[in-house]
Structures are given as structure tokens and as C-alpha cells.
């Protein structure tokens, strides 16, 4: 079943605009993981938050975690043309001795010059 | 270290062919993940595999589709009689056993 799910599915923004997506998850998790991915190419992992943390910092990038609430989102500040793309966000849990990623259906970032 | 490498990179089939998706993991990892998405969608689980075993197939499709990751040489993808449905993009994942997934660049399958 689909663990994440991001809200919302399309988002276009003006640059220098910021930029906010959400995910929300059903299970417990053992860390949720933002990944981005441009049009017909693969998937860059852009930044890992571990459950016990609630929020996180990588350059223009800004991650929180709500365990209680089973949700997450992801804010880009001062956003340019470049950070066009789709954003997913994957839910990682490790049961029966192995982990599993699970994806959301990701949100898709259009930001105009 | 190369990362994982996926080929072909684009692969074309007509229906009712076969399609065979390589995956070397990064060195030193062996565990292989294997992700199918369809058009405008997020990345759904297939199969987890460690060296010669598949640990988990539960978002494998149940006819037509098999993975294999033997002792030596790549992890495999295979689809046999491939269907329009099929057409997607699939994604390979690697980890060593301490976590950390590492994801190719995808093979995009097309079926015409």
C-alpha cells in the first residue's frame, strides 16, 4: 500500500518565492527521506530525518517531522528555476530484519523565472 | 566507484517480446532493491534481493515478471511477454547492510 503521500500534487511559484510540500505516512518509521527527480532522469536523495529528530537543515532546504501527526514537509527557500522538478518524499522502516523505502506520488515544483 | 549502474538506459520492445534490466549494484553493497513508476506516479516497491536470494516480492506482479541476483554479475529484471502496461520507468536501488539506499538512473522501458 502506498505509505507517503504528498500534498500538494502540483505547485508553480514565482523564483525567489518559497516553496512547501507535504507528506503524510500511515505506519511507524524508522526515518523519512526527501528525494528529487527531474523529468526523465533519476532520483537525487536530497536529506534524510531520522524519527527522533524534528526538523533538519541542508542550505536552502528545511525538513520537519511530526511522528505524532505522521507527517513531514519540505521547505526550499528562495526558490529558482533550476529546483524545477518532482519532490518525493520515502518512508523508511525496517521490520522482519530488513528495511523498506516507500514512496509517496510526489509533488511536482514549477518555478517561473 | 561508479554508483548503481543501470542498461540499457532505454529500452524498446514490441508486445509479446522480453525484457531483460541489468543492475550492478554499488561495490561493496548486497542488497538490490527494484522500483517500477509509471507515468506521473512515485516509485512502487517490486522485489528485494540479497546475493542469490529474493528476500521479498510482495510488489511484484505475479505472472510474467521475475528478478534474479545470482553470486556473480548483475541483478536482473526480467519481463517476459511484455504488455503496453509494462511501459514505464524501473529503478534499481542498492544498500550495503549498515542501510543507505543508492539508486541508479532507471532503465525506461517503452512496449509498442
Known amino acids: 500500500s502506498q505509505q507517503g503521500e504528498e500534498d500538494p500534487q502540483a505547485l508553480s511559484i514565482q523564483e525567489g518565492e518559497n516553496a512547501t510540500m507535504n507528506c503524510s505516512y500511515k505506519?511507524?518509521?524508522?526515518?523519512l527521506q526527501w528525494y528529487r527527480q527531474n523529468s526523465g532522469r533519476g532520483l537525487v536523495h536530497l536529506i534524510l530525518i531520522r524519527s527522533n529528530e524534528r526538523e533538519k537543515h541542508s542550505g536552502r532546504l528545511r525538513v520537519t517531522l511530526d511522528t505524532s501527526k505522521k507527517s513531514s514537509s519540505l521547505l526550499i527557500t528562495a526558490s529558482r528555476a533550476a529546483d524545477t522538478a518532482s519532490y518525493f518524499c520515502?518512508?523508511?522502516?525496517?521490520?522482519?530484519?530488513?528495511?523498506?523505502?516507500?514512496f509517496g506520488k510526489g509533488t511536482m515544483l514549477l518555478v517561473s523565472p | 566507484n561508479a554508483g548503481v549502474m543501470q542498461n540499457p538506459r532505454h529500452l524498446v520492445r514490441r508486445r509479446g517480446q522480453e525484457a531483460r534490466l541489468r543492475c550492478s549494484p554499488m561495490?561493496?553493497?548486497?542488497?538490490v532493491y527494484w522500483y517500477r513508476q509509471l507515468p506521473e506516479e512515485g516509485l512502487k516497491f517490486m522485489v528485494y534481493l540479497q546475493k542469490e536470494n529474493i528476500i521479498d516480492e510482495s510488489g511484484m506482479p505475479k505472472e510474467r515478471f521475475s528478478a534474479e541476483f545470482p553470486k556473480e554479475g548483475p541483478s536482473i529484471l526480467r519481463i517476459q511477454q511484455v504488455v503496453r502496461g509494462d511501459s514505464a520507468a524501473y529503478f534499481c536501488?542498492?544498500?550495503?547492510?549498515?542501510?543507505?539506499?543508492?539508486f541508479g538512473s532507471g532503465t525506461r522501458l517503452t512496449v509498442v
Open positions: 520515502a518512508t523508511l522502516r525496517v521490520d522482519s530484519g530488513y528495511s523498506t523505502l516507500t
Open positions: 536501488a542498492s544498500s550495503p547492510d549498515t542501510g543507505g539506499y543508492t
Open positions: 561495490k561493496g553493497h548486497s542488497h
Open positions: 505506519t511507524s518509521i524508522n526515518n
